[in-house]
């Protein structure tokens, strides 16, 4: 059965840092396409960025420079490094697996979420 | 990126049929046969009820179903149950710079 379990979310004041993290079990997080969606309170999803398992990462411009994806494999986990944060990146954060079977770009599995607050 | 264009509600009752429909454009939804739909319960995680454009995952019941028309997809609940009301979402990969757009969600209420 796979889960992925996120960690990292709190309330933080603009400007600051944090990480998120996604454990990983029943699939390997080297060997698949990982991302990471958020939704702010009260509204739609938004994909973030994406690790791919060749190495490659990619972003959603609006957080180009301040956030970083990054794996740890012995860990088997992902993570999320949040720098200058600002108020609208206040949100839920999931972590998801991204199929790329033949024919497949979607989100097959999904953690529960973690909170991030931007606030002062 | 702009966000593909979903119904803000829709809504039918218990045993009708419903259709919530996703617009974007030729750069993703027009382009690719990669479009998913997705339920979501108040405070719980997304889950995946369609995936390229008309395949169920294991598990989903066949009274969901996907389709696609140019630059639109849609999603189908037929025979509707009180356990469908939820917000759905449609999602669209959009090529290697935009990578994935997501639609702005639909709440489906059953009557």
């Known amino acids: 059965e796979v889960q992925l379990v996120e960690t990292g979310g709190g309330l933080i004041q603009p400007g600051g840092s944090l990480r998120l993290s996604c454990a990983a079990s029943g699939l390997t997080v080297s060997s698949n396409y990982m991302t990471w969606v958020r939704q702010a309170p009260g509204k739609g999803l938004e994909w973030v960025s994406v690790?791919?398992?060749?190495?490659?990462?990619y972003y959603i411009d609006s957080v180009k420079g301040r956030f970083t994806i990054s794996r740890d494999n012995s860990k088997n986990t992902l993570y999320l490094q949040m720098d200058s944060l600002r108020v609208e990146d206040t949100a839920v954060y999931y972590c998801?697996?991204?199929?790329?079977?033949?024919?497949?770009?979607?989100?097959?599995?999904w953690g529960q979420g973690t909170l991030v607050t931007v606030s002062s | 990126q702009s966000a593909l264009t979903q119904p803000r509600s829709v809504s039918g009752s218990p045993g009708q049929s419903v259709t919530i429909s996703c617009t974007g454009s030729s750069s993703d939804v027009g382009g690719y046969n990669y479009v998913s739909w997705y339920q979501q319960y108040p405070g719980k995680a997304p889950k995946l009820v369609i995936y390229?454009?008309?395949k169920r995952p294991s598990g989903v019941p066949d009274r969901f179903s996907g389709s696609k028309s140019g630059n639109t997809a849609s999603l189908t609940i037929s025979g509707l149950q009180a356990e469908d009301e939820a917000d759905y979402y449609c999602c669209s990969y959009a090529g290697s710079y935009i990578f994935e757009v997501f639609g702005g969600g639909t709440k489906l209420t059953v009557l």
């Open positions: 690790f791919y398992s060749g190495g490659a990462t």
């Open positions: 390229s454009v008309n």
């Open positions: 998801a697996r991204t199929n790329r079977g033949t024919g497949r770009w979607d989100f097959d599995f």
